[in-house]
């Protein structure tokens, strides 16, 4: 198995650890009111708003970890450099993620447009976003594995 889907592995498993971690802490403060007040909407702002930077952090921190943990293991550095191959499956990959994210995007709007309260179409929004940073991930596994 290459380093990178060693390191896309990784990256699946800690997308995975991140979003329940995060939703198990966050759904005890999920506010006790109607569907349409705004305690609920800045419930909502405040999840994304810090999930964003929480994710953020916690990628690099995992990225940094498996590099070292992959060198001490392996003997291997990760290259320095990528080849067009590795663009292109970095292109690719994303290119799958993002095509799932719209997707997701135009469920969320489309659970407001059938009468669903808010929070589904934020609940929407965060699967949809999650199963896209999957997917990407999943891509870059399989490209490589195929060896595309």
């Known amino acids: 198995m290459s380093i990178h889907e060693r390191k896309a592995i990784a990256s699946i498993i800690g997308t995975i650890v991140i979003s329940i971690a995060y939703a198990a802490y ?50 291997e550095a990760e290259p320095a450099i990528s080849d067009e191959r590795d663009q292109l499956i970095d292109l690719k990959a994303t290119r799958n993620g993002m095509w799932l994210f719209v ?7 489309g659970a407001v447009v059938i009468g669903l309260p808010p929070a589904a179409m934020f609940i929407v929004l965060l699967c949809g976003g999650i199963v896209s940073d999957l997917i990407s991930d999943f891509s870059q596994f399989y490209f490589y594995r195929r060896g595309v």
């Not at 702002?45 to 995992?62: D, E, M, Q, T």
């Open 103 to 109: 997707i997701g995007f135009l469920l969320a709007m």
């Open 26 to 75: 966050m759904i005890q403060r999920y506010p006790v009111a109607d569907w349409y007040s705004a305690d609920v909407f800045r419930f909502w702002g405040a999840y994304f708003l810090i999930l964003i930077p929480v994710s953020i952090v916690a990628k690099i921190i995992i990225a940094i970890v498996f590099s070292i943990l992959n060198t001490i293991a392996t003997g």
